[in-house]
């Protein structure tokens, strides 16, 4: 079945890069997504990252796609105090619209 | 300003007793879908809706319904609250965003519902 698996806590210290990681199960994924959900608020759209690329470059993000591994990586070069969240990841399934299914997000914690 | 709204933002209510949550989107989107996020299991998705008439169950649609009759609404109703659907519940839409294919989900900015 499918399935989004991402650790639950990353702490990182202002001006490091943070890393957040994700798998996934299900290999007719066609688009993976990350999301960050401040507290209180709604999920806003980072980034996506089309299955056929290998790597997707926005300012400080940067994600990763291994396919072969089914691991997918957000990267965020001089982490802020402003970026501590929750970080979902989510695929959206071929054939099934617009379904996205998430991971159980990981809570960046940016400690100055 | 284009954006999704939900109300009511908090409410607490009793076991049995029916409600409904509004979902609004202002983007002329096609596609709707409410989601219910609990702590360790990310966002799990309720029910969605391809176009006004056209609605289908997701992953965890037990104890819910919807309607789309509108295509900027989208209202979640839950006919008899239970305990368990103590939860924090968001609406999204979304644009099929053209050449890329990617499917852009908006969210509103959510619903934390109590039941006791």
């Known amino acids: 079945g499918e399935d989004v698996e991402q650790s639950l806590f990353l702490s990182v210290r202002e001006g490091d890069s943070s890393v957040i990681n994700c798998t996934y199960t299900?290999?007719?994924?066609?688009?993976l997504y990350w999301y960050k959900q401040e507290p209180g608020a709604g999920l806003q759209l980072l980034t996506y990252i089309f299955s056929n690329m290998d790597m997707k470059q926005d300012q400080r993000l940067t994600v990763l796609l291994n396919k072969k591994d089914k691991h997918l990586s957000l990267r965020i070069a001089d982490t802020q105090t402003g970026d501590s969240a929750i970080y979902f990841c989510a695929e959206s399934i071929d054939n099934q619209g617009g379904k996205l299914i998430f991971g159980q997000g990981t809570e960046l914690s940016v400690k100055p | 300003e284009a954006q999704v709204t939900q109300n009511p933002r908090y409410l607490i209510t009793v076991t049995g007793k029916k409600l409904t949550v509004t979902c609004s989107q202002n983007m002329n989107h096609e596609y709707m879908s409410w989601y219910r996020q609990d702590p360790g299991l990310g966002l799990r998705q309720i029910y969605y809706?391809?176009?006004?008439?056209?609605?289908d169950k997701g992953d965890v649609p037990e104890g819910y319904k919807v309607s789309r009759k509108e295509k900027r609404n989208f209202p979640l109703i839950l006919e008899s609250p239970s305990p368990n659907q103590t939860s924090l519940y968001f609406c999204a839409s979304s644009l099929f965003a053209g050449g890329s294919g990617s499917y852009e989900q908006y969210f509103g900015p959510g619903t934390r519902l109590t039941v006791t």
């Open positions: 809706s391809m176009n006004v008439e056209v609605t």
């Open positions: 299900d290999s007719s994924s066609t688009y």
